[in-house]
């Protein structure tokens, strides 16, 4: 049968509630509210107050990079045309980058079907061999019901010595990326590949653009709204700064970030990532840099 859903896609509705019941004082606190602005205008009530802090961590602690080319010179970019190829080639970085990073790798896809399709072809050309060779490859899995299997599997993995550590492959959006603590040793590197937009033709995203542009157009509200568009790219955003979040858990922490999408060198995209972040994003000129400069971090890092 049919089913009608109804949804709210204001969540304003419910925080002027709040304020018309007489609260005094609203505090919202999150580790990833940024790009605040945005969040702020979701919420259609006034935040005269804001605070965004540094990281507990020194800056030493992390290594930021920007990888715009793949180790042969391709650019990488999630562009929805080249979306399949950048993947490929960015699990390609991902094969040079473990040979560099101790421990736990932690790999993030746009999405699930991205990721299979990806991986399938990277097991039919026996590139994934190279990875598994070094760190031992262990995906999320689409339900709950053996994510704690695959969990302990990679937890193992990574805590025996006599190996070189594992790769865990996961989406943004997942439950890896948005709840899982990855502290120490279990992600000593994020690998984002692209940029994780929603899907497009989801119902709930194309009504919650349309909703927003309507919004805007109807000109009854004081406050200006997000347009359909800017809501859109935000979401990438935020479950790029979830997914790295994973890897600096606490004060003695240290790790590295590799942002592979050409896009991340734009100014305006690294404009949207957490203020902690930005003043230690590297733009490398080439991937050979990368990991001549990682691989130096991670040395000093040890020590």
Partial sequence: GNILSYWCFSPGFSMQDLVNQGVRCVILTSGTLSPLDSFTSEMRIDFPVRLENGHVIERDQIFVSVVDRGPDGVQLSSAFDRRFLSDCLTLLCSANLSRVVPHGLLVFFPSFPLMEKVLDFWRAHGHAERIDALKPIFVEPKGKANFSEVMDGYYNKVNDPQTKGGSFFAVCRGKASEGLDFADAFGRAVVITGLPFPPRMDPRVILKMQFLDEMNASKTSK????????WYRQQAFRAVNQAVGRVIRHRHDFGAIFLCDHRFKNPEARAQLPSW??????????????????????RVAQK
């Fill in 277 to 298: 972040l930005k003043p230690c994003v590297h733009l490398c000129d080439s991937f050979g840099s990368v990991i001549r400069d990682v691989s130096k971090f991670f």
């Fill in 223 to 230: 406050m200006k709204f997000l347009s359909g568009q800017q």
